[in-house]
């Protein structure tokens, strides 16, 4: 088999939001650039496109870098959170002057409490000033909007390749083997490689070996399978927060032709009710209903026998909470990857089993293999008059989301912890280099996006995925553009 051989100033493995941020400053930087795919074009599913579209920015450096290494918690160091609150301070501005795509504010920090949460500020794709609706397919708009503008600059994407190894020569990274189309193809990256290949939530060994719990259910890009980790370990690369992921409650299910499919669940709007497995409330379940990425710690709590009553747990609804739209939010996930359409009306996920129904709750919680389900038709008929009385006594849940489960039929979905991608993956620096288990860089290597992303304890804000994605690809690009090289 013959080997084409190819040259470049960078290459960037990964074609996501981290790999096309990358791709985007590495090109304003006069920078020759081969970006390089794992996927298949017709069959490419970056996690930008299955996301909400949500981008945290700041307004502040100050304070947003107060603020990330706040949510850190020791876990990344504070030079690094600073990089990444100076990028986000002018990301706005770098994605409206790079693409075609407006935003406008639509959230602000997850935590509020914690200092510098004032510096933050999430912004989503914009029609006129107005943040689109999320069900417009937002995070789909801003990856093609990223798209777009590479391919008016002529930018060289290859799909379909598999990448056997990086390239080094003497202590330097510079460049990739890999096969495309069952092609050898060897490119040299003269300035270095940029590894923006995701998460390995979908590498079920890597995953069971390093998250808190199994199973844990993504809903976030099946091309994530670890690619990044296998290439960095040769090279002696050190790993941090192996064990993060970002996380809520998550629908699993079993299709007969497209095996299992995970989906982001909206409990909201009211009523609903969340029960371990003994059919019992255990936390304030609005937080799951508010799509906060901290309700799944919860659900990985182990009792006093180290068991985990609460995976599954299940969530209880009527019919009032069926009627008001779809379970799931038909501009993210799978349905914005073309994989699965969920029903307007959920009917056809109640054909399939997926949603299992009742005449009563204790007959819903049979059907979904509670295992009290007279414990679960008591506790709802307890959560029944704490909404009433208008006070939840038992977990302080806002009066506001108090709402009875009272028209029948009721419904019960199991809900698994899980989320849209893991965090893990080899140690950065505030310059995006990889780091050796010393604490040196690799010279030539970078990294960005979910693939040891810069996050730690607490997710910071909506968007803060892809927010690390497209500051720390701006970042390595232009570290790359400006290293000296040896």
């Avoid at 930087?29 to 970006?35: A, I, K, P």
């Avoid at 083997?177 to 079920?204: I, K, N, Q, Y």
């Avoid at 009710?273 to 799944?296: C, K, W």
């Avoid at 699965?340 to 299992?356: F, K, L, T």
């Amino acid at each position: 088999m013959t080997t084409e051989a190819v040259e470049f100033d960078l290459c960037v493995l990964g074609f996501g939001a981290a790999g096309a941020a990358a791709a985007l400053e590495a090109r304003a930087l006069g920078l020759r650039t081969l970006v390089v795919e794992r996927q298949p074009r017709e069959r490419h599913t970056p996690s930008v496109m299955m996301s909400g579209g949500s981008i945290m920015a700041a307004t502040d450096v100050a304070a947003a870098t107060d603020y990330l290494d706040a949510c850190a918690d020791g876990l990344v160091p504070r030079e690094v959170s600073a990089a990444w609150a100076a990028r986000a301070c002018e990301l706005v501005a770098w994605l409206e002057r790079r693409t075609t795509m407006t935003t406008a504010p639509s959230g602000t920090a997850e935590h509020p409490d914690l200092p510098g949460a004032n510096g933050i500020v999430v912004v989503t794709a914009a029609r006129g000033g107005v943040p689109l609706d999320r069900s417009e397919g937002r995070g789909t708009r801003l990856f093609a909007a990223m798209r777009d503008a590479l391919a008016e600059l002529g930018q060289e994407i290859r799909y379909g390749c598999t990448v056997d190894r990086l390239i080094v020569d003497g202590e330097r990274v510079t460049g990739v083997e890999m096969s495309c189309d069952g092609a050898r193809v060897r490119v040299h990256a003269r300035r270095g490689v940029v590894l923006a290949t995701g998460g390995f939530e979908f590498d079920e060994v890597v995953r069971r070996e390093n998250l808190p719990v199994d199973p844990v259910r993504f809903y976030g890009n099946p091309g994530n399978r670890g690619d990044g980790l296998r290439l960095v370990a040769p090279l002696g690369a050190d790993l941090w927060h192996m064990d993060q992921f970002v996380g809520r409650g998550v629908g699993s299910f079993v299709d007969p032709a497209l095996g299992r499919l995970n989906f982001m669940l909206y409990t909201g709007p009211p009523g609903y009710v969340i029960t371990d497995r003994h059919g019992m409330r255990f936390a304030d379940e609005s937080g799951q209903a508010e799509l906060r990425h901290d309700f799944y710690q919860h659900m990985i709590a182990r009792d006093e026998g180290g068991g985990l009553p609460r995976v599954p747990s299940y969530w209880f609804f009527d019919e009032k909470r069926r009627r008001a739209g779809p379970l799931t939010n038909l501009g993210v996930g799978l349905a914005a990857a073309g994989i699965y359409r969920w029903s307007e009306d959920n009917s056809a996920e109640i054909a399939r089993g997926w949603i299992h129904q009742g005449t009563t709750v204790a007959d819903a919680a049979t059907a979904a293999g509670v295992g009290d389900p007279l414990r679960a038709q008591a506790t709802v008929e307890r959560y029944n008059a704490v909404c009433a009385s208008g006070i939840d006594p038992d977990f302080g849940r806002p009066a506001d989301t108090l709402l009875p489960l009272d028209e029948p039929p009721y419904y019960c979905v199991p809900l698994w912890p899980g989320g849209s991608h893991t965090t893990g993956g080899p140690r950065r620096d505030a310059h995006a280099r990889i780091l050796d288990r010393s604490g040196a860089p690799i010279p030539g290597l970078y990294g960005a996006g979910e693939l040891g992303q810069a996050t730690g304890r607490l997710y910071a804000a909506a968007g803060a995925s892809l927010s690390d994605a497209l500051c720390f690809g701006r970042i390595a690009a232009a570290h790359a553009a400006t290293a000296e090289l040896r």
